[in-house]
């Protein structure tokens, strides 16, 4: 980070006075020009955010009422949505289904991963163009008939039956992050540490895991987004309770009461799911930067 | 240090002859290929069983008259479902509102994608705030930022709006609304992706360039977009794929009325509402089908560097 930082110096410096534009900005002039270019970015992803957070915490008359920010604050629709069952337990069924897909994602990603980046076999290529083409896959292609399958052999709007295609179609993604990771891992540590004296355990323990496991902490944050943010697999195999996650319950909300309209209950539903993305943004910020790169490009 | 610089050196030449082929394969050899297939296979089953089967039995299904209200007339009938949906208007409205929301997404992304990730790199202060608060689009649930937006064009509730327009009861602003809706979302992916192929290019080169008197656009024409051309490639076509799959932001801003479907809100549609699964397979082999010809006309023009030719191949 600080390289970039010498190299943007240093490359204006010198610039000034090659070109005779005459404009010359001083240091603190570009750094306020930079601030401002920063806070219409800033303002550009979070008005949408505020917005419904806003919302939800206006109050049922204070709705209509078209202004950007509360005029009365209230805690009302938070109260409200945690005293009904429907969301209650969507958010059960988001937490424990994005959990379950991520680890298993993860771990067959990880073993897959690491004979794609280390192993010489046949089947590699194969392995490499079927995911590839899974990422691509039409997803809704995949609803018709896995409604089907699933409504005859029991898996319909039950966990498994969303855990299995979250996990699919978060596998490329896994293993196409996992494996840039494994190649930049100098493994001949691994083979030091063996001629140094250690077990094979103890060299995949004290030298290899620490080395691995950002890139696998860093994977299982992109599949955990990927699968808290579906919706068409959770609105097409689920129908009660018992499996619909929060996105898809979300369009089904009626409001604390039959007449009520749901706008603020469904704004603090959408807040409390947003909390998670917030704090994974906030804390691991790099890391989901280099994740999402270093998969895709690699020239 | 070297110890270790001793053993890759005495392994080294053994791959050598293996590599080479036909001859019987060393025992180390052959456990390697037995362990990555071993590693491999239980992602592979996965992978394939829950897309390779439904997707052949969704091409069966498309061939049957398959009604859900009336289960006891499920015939195989051939092609007729084909021309059922290939002859009728409201798929094809479908289909053209998804090409033009894909196309005119994508443009528009590639281009505020492309001023992001300039701003992401360049800028002087403040550069780890702007690159997290970008990454909130991205991670935010889509049908959360959905909300956000019907709430803000809807004539009710909306700050974006008057009482009297209601621009999501009609065709056009609707279409613009969701639009807007997925390059609000999407248009960070796109910067982070076109970011990492601008760290690629040699600062070197950038002055040497200003030295010869290119000015800003020629830098950028000329240096930048030649060397960054693979993160483009693969950034266009990974949003242009994803695009064309639009559904979240239609199904909460419009739910697909006025003819704003998408051609996975028809599909969810008429496998959902309609419990017509001859109907419902048949758009989803459409929708695989030119999915496939998307993918394959990128990879055509644009050649090899397209995503997974790291070692993944020529495909």
Redo the contacts between chains.
């Keep these: 980070?600080s390289v970039?930082?010498d190299?943007?110096?240093?490359?204006t410096k010198?610039?000034p006075p090659?070109?005779t534009t005459g404009r010359v900005p001083s240091g603190a002039g570009?750094?306020v020009k930079?601030?401002l270019?920063?806070i219409l970015?800033?303002a550009?992803?979070?008005i949408?955010?505020l917005?419904?957070l806003s919302?939800s915490f206006k109050t049922a008359d204070g709705?209509?009422d078209?202004?950007?920010f509360p005029k009365e604050w209230t805690w009302k629709n938070y109260q409200d949505i945690f005293k009904t069952n429907e969301f209650v337990s969507a958010l059960v069924n988001s937490i424990g289904i994005a959990l379950i897909s991520t680890i298993i994602a993860v771990v067959?990603?990880t073993?897959?991963a690491?004979?794609?980046a280390r192993?010489?076999?046949?089947?590699?290529?194969a392995?490499?163009?079927?995911?590839?083409l899974?990422?691509?896959?039409?997803?809704?292609?995949?609803?018709?008939?896995?409604?089907?399958?699933e409504r005859n052999i029991g898996l319909f709007d039950t966990w498994p039956g969303l855990i299995?295609?979250y996990?699919?179609f978060a596998?490329?993604l896994a293993?196409?992050t996992l494996s840039a990771f494994f190649r930049e891992i100098p493994w001949?540590?691994e083979?030091?540490a063996k001629?140094?004296g250690a077990t094979p355990a103890q060299a995949f323990r004290k030298v290899i895991a620490p080395l691995a496991a950002p890139g696998v902490f860093t994977t299982a944050i992109l599949v955990f987004?990927f699968c808290?943010?579906d919706?068409?697999f959770a609105?097409?195999l689920t129908s009660t309770t018992s499996s619909r996650t929060?996105?898809a319950a979300?369009?089904f909300f009626t409001g604390a009461s039959q007449f009520e309209?749901p706008?603020g209950t469904?704004?603090a539903a959408?807040v409390i799911?947003?909390i998670p993305?917030?704090l994974?943004?906030?804390f691991f910020?790099?890391r989901?930067?280099a994740g999402?790169?270093s998969g895709?490009?690699?020239? | 240090?070297s110890?270790?610089?001793q053993?890759?050196a005495a392994t080294t030449p053994e791959?050598a002859p293996a590599?080479k082929g036909k001859v019987p394969l060393s025992e180390g050899?052959r456990a390697?290929?037995?362990?990555?297939?071993w590693?491999?296979a239980?992602?592979?089953i996965?992978?394939?069983a829950?897309?390779g089967y439904?997707?052949l039995?969704?091409i069966w299904?498309s061939l049957e008259r398959y009604d859900l209200h009336f289960p006891d007339q499920q015939k195989f009938i051939g092609l007729a479902n084909y021309g059922a949906v290939l002859s009728n208007g409201y798929w094809w409205t479908a289909y053209g509102v998804t090409m033009f929301i894909t196309i005119v997404s994508v443009i528009i992304e590639l281009v505020l994608g492309m001023v992001?990730a300039l701003?992401m790199?360049?800028?002087?202060?403040?550069?780890?705030?702007?690159?997290?608060?970008?990454?909130?689009?991205?991670?935010?649930?889509?049908?959360?930022?959905a909300?956000?937006?019907y709430?803000?064009w809807n004539t009710?509730?909306?700050?974006l709006v008057g009482s009297e327009s209601a621009p999501l009861t009609s065709t056009w602003p609707s279409i613009f609304i969701i639009i807007l809706a997925e390059v609000?979302k999407t248009t960070?992916?796109m910067a982070?992706?076109l970011?990492?192929?601008l760290a690629?290019v040699p600062?070197d080169l950038?002055?040497a360039a200003?030295?010869d008197g290119a000015n800003a656009w020629q830098r950028f024409t000329k240096v930048m977009v030649p060397v960054m051309k693979?993160?483009i490639l693969?950034?266009l076509?990974?949003r242009t794929?994803d695009a064309?799959?639009i559904?979240?932001n239609i199904?909460?801003l419009t739910t697909g009325q006025n003819d704003t479907s998408s051609?996975?809100m028809q599909?969810?549609n008429n496998?959902?509402k309609g419990l017509n699964?001859g109907i419902?397979?048949t758009?989803?082999?459409l929708?695989?089908i030119?999915?496939a010809i998307i993918?394959f006309i990128f990879i055509k023009v644009f050649g090899t560097?397209a995503?997974?030719?790291?070692?993944?191949?020529k495909?």
């Design positions: 980070m970039d930082i190299q943007v110096t240093d490359n010198p610039a090659a070109r570009k750094k930079w601030a270019i920063d970015v800033v550009y992803a979070l949408p955010v917005w419904i919302l709705l209509n078209k202004s950007f067959l990603g073993m897959a690491y004979a794609v192993l010489d076999f046949p089947g590699k290529k392995l490499v163009g079927v995911s590839l899974i990422a691509m896959f039409p997803q809704v292609s995949l609803v018709s008939p896995l409604f089907n399958i299995l295609p996990i699919t596998l490329p293993i196409y001949e540590l083979k030091a001629m140094d987004i808290w943010n919706f068409l609105i097409s929060v996105p979300l369009s309209a706008n469904i704004s959408a799911i947003t993305i917030i994974f943004v906030l910020q790099r989901i930067v999402l790169t895709a490009v690699k020239g | 240090m110890e270790s610089t053993v890759t791959p590599k050899k390697e290929r037995r362990l990555g297939l590693l491999i239980p992602a592979a996965v992978m394939i829950v897309t439904p997707i039995y969704s299904l992001l701003i790199h360049r800028t002087l202060v403040g550069r780890g705030l702007v690159r997290t608060v970008t990454l909130i689009p991205y991670g935010i649930v889509t049908v959360v930022a909300f956000s937006w709430f803000a009710d509730s909306g700050y609000w960070p992916f982070l992706l970011m990492a192929g690629l600062e950038l002055k200003s030295m693979p993160a693969v950034a076509l990974f794929l064309f799959r559904f979240d199904y909460v051609v996975s599909t969810y496998l959902l699964l419902g397979s758009m989803a082999v929708i695989f030119s999915v993918a560097s995503p997974g030719s790291d070692d993944g191949g495909r």
